[in-house]
T-cell receptor, first 117, second 112 residues
Framework: NAGVTQTPKFRILKIGQSMTLQCTQD?????MYWYRQDPGMGLKLIYY???????DKGEVPNGYNVSRSTTEDFPLRLELAAPSQTSVYFC????????????????FGPGTRLTVT | DQQVKQNSPSLSVQEGRISILNCDYT??????FLWYKKYPAEGPTFLIS?????DKNEDGRFTVFLNKSAKHLSLHIVPSQPGDSAVYFC???????????FGQGTRLTINP
């Protein structure tokens, strides 16, 4: 298994441009998450999904959009990029645990470092 | 509103000694806690966890202690090794929440 993969690894955007950060997992996990990590800060949840076709906002959703059309893929869309979106973005996934309950352990991708200038 | 706080941004420990990383939380609904370890240019990896029904969980050199009355947990690493140098994140979840809340992280440096 490749686990959680993210592309691209690095990207520089100009203010106002748009882009999609790709995230794919091959572990058949139900739950998927997008986080951003700013310098000296923890991981802030942007959006998450509990299954294909279902998404929900996290702590910092403004300026982002997501979709989940398949179990494997959970792309994050940035529209009208702003310098405040300069960050490292991590995608993560979690399997369904025993008895179908939420399993807390999250598996992370290697991250995408985004700079908006 | 920082629900999970790691008040020490950094910690330096000599190789072979004990490393103690601390984490405080404010939300009394949290019932499951995890520690993640992160190396530069990599994603975080799960290290150890503890349910609120326990006050201690041990896995090799790593032990997590939970003090529910103080809303405090700590990660003990004994003995500390150079490969333990990383950023450690504390995380918490409330039952049914299906998501985690992370602390700011503590950078641990193990000196030879």
């Amino acid at each position: 298994n490749a686990g959680v993969t993210q592309t691209p690894k690095f990207r520089i955007l100009k203010i106002g441009q748009s882009m999609t950060l790709q995230c794919t997992q091959d572990m058949n996990h139900n739950y998927m998450y997008w986080y951003r990590q700013d310098p000296g800060m923890g991981l802030k949840l942007i959006y998450y999904s509990v299954g294909a076709g279902i998404t929900d906002k996290g702590e910092v959703p403004n300026g982002y959009n997501v979709s989940r059309s398949t179990t494997e893929d959970f792309p994050l869309r940035l529209e009208l990029a702003a310098p405040s979106q300069t960050s490292v973005y991590f995608c993560a996934s979690t399997p369904r645990g025993a008895g179908g309950r939420f399993s807390y352990e999250q598996y992370f991708g290697p991250g995408t470092r985004l700079t908006v200038t | 509103d920082q629900q999970v706080k790691q008040n020490s941004p950094s910690l330096s420990v000599q190789e072979g000694r004990i490393s103690i990383l601390n984490c405080d939380y404010t939300n009394s609904m949290f019932d499951y806690f995890l520690w993640y370890k992160k190396y530069p240019a990599e994603g975080p990896t799960f290290l150890i966890s503890i349910s609120s029904i326990k006050d201690k969980n041990e896995d090799g050199r790593f032990t997590v202690f939970l003090n529910k009355s103080a809303k405090h947990l700590s990660l003990h690493i004994v003995p500390s090794q150079p490969g333990d140098s990383a950023v450690y994140f504390c995380a918490a979840s409330a039952q049914g929440a299906q998501k985690l809340v992370f602390g700011q992280g503590t950078r641990l440096t193990i000196n030879p």
